[in-house]
């Protein structure tokens, strides 16, 4: 593998909030990049039922001024940037809104992304149409941990896929779908490998975060990945707070934490819950459909696919 060894590659994620696209699928969309491809993020909401992490801002949420999906408008941009990403809004900026967790009144919204039915599958038809990726990322048949909202991005991809293969269009029909998932193990060893959590947060309880066992693909972050990934997680400050002393106009509050093993758990943060996790070295994903033959034991996202 070389720098530009993926020059005319195409690669999308289909992601369903901002920060989806750095916490899930950053070292990867960092490592295509950097390899040449041209990476884009379709991201299907704003996080408008997201919580806020940080006292400046806390004002914006859902329940007071609702003007949250706006302000993470500039996170997910800068987010981009750091992967070398670029980004699109499915049907366009504050088309569809979060629909928060199962059972949220927010689920019943005239716009929820849950709701979106055959619309939202059009809309994203158009953009793949458009961009020609033969690599599309996003979460398996359960959104990764079961949010709604994920799960629905999951089902407009397939659906669009399987529109664009039933069109049998030349250049335009994508060859792979990979889904983003969490390693056991390496999760395991990364929470074991935390010393001490901030003053405030908590440990998981077991089984508490999602991973599965098995996984078709490993791609192992070198440092200017890791980085990319840190950076592009930490540009979304109302939702993702690192335990390393860093502070920001949203979060003027520093926490720190303590790793035994570096290798394990490089980087620590939390989300609005406050559950201390490792920054792994590593991201895993599952093959979800493929038009072209993959390995036994692949190693490379773009193997076995045609391009430029």
């Not at 006292?55 to 329940?63: F, G, I, R, S």
């Not at 800068?78 to 809104?97: F, P, Q």
């Not at 493929?290 to 190693?299: C, D, F, H, L, M």
Request: hydrophobic share 40%; charged share 20%; proline share 6%.
């Amino acid at each position: 593998m070389t720098e530009h060894d993926l020059t005319g590659l195409t690669v999308c994620a289909v992601h369903a909030h901002p920060d989806d696209e750095a916490i899930w699928t950053g070292g990867l969309l960092a490592h295509l990049s950097r390899r040449g491809a041209d990476v884009t993020v379709v991201t299907c909401t704003l996080g408008e039922q997201g919580e806020v992490i940080g006292d400046p801002y806390q004002q914006l949420v859902a329940d007071a001024a609702d003007q949250l999906g706006g302000f993470r408008i500039a996170e997910l941009t800068e987010s981009l940037a750091h992967l070398g990403a670029s980004g699109v809004h499915l049907g366009g900026a504050g088309c569809w809104r979060d629909s928060g967790m199962a059972g949220d009144p927010a689920n019943q919204h005239p716009r929820a992304f849950i709701n979106s039915g055959e619309r939202s599958v059009e809309q994203l038809v158009a953009v793949l149409w458009e961009l020609r990726p033969q690599l599309i990322v996003t979460y398996g048949p359960d959104g990764g941990y079961g949010h709604p909202d994920h799960i629905r991005a999951h089902e407009i991809t397939h659906a669009a896929v399987e529109q664009l293969v039933a069109r049998e269009s030349v250049g335009r029909i994508p060859q792979r779908i990979l889904w983003a998932v969490t390693d056991r193990a390496d999760q395991r060893a990364g929470l074991d490998a935390i010393a001490r959590v901030p003053a405030g947060w908590r440990r998981a309880e077991p089984g508490e975060l999602a991973s599965v066992d098995t996984h078709d693909l490993r791609i192992d972050l070198d440092a200017g990945c890791l980085a990319a990934k840190k950076a592009a997680m930490a540009a979304h400050a109302t939702q993702i707070w690192f335990a390393d002393g860093s502070v920001s106009r949203v979060n003027p509050s520093a926490a720190f934490s303590t790793v035994d093993d570096p290798a394990a758990a490089p980087h620590v943060f939390a989300l609005s819950n406050l559950i201390a996790q490792p920054l792994l070295r590593s991201e895993h994903y599952r093959v979800g459909w493929s038009e072209t033959p993959v390995g036994a034991t692949p190693v490379d996202p773009a193997e076995g696919l045609e391009f430029p």
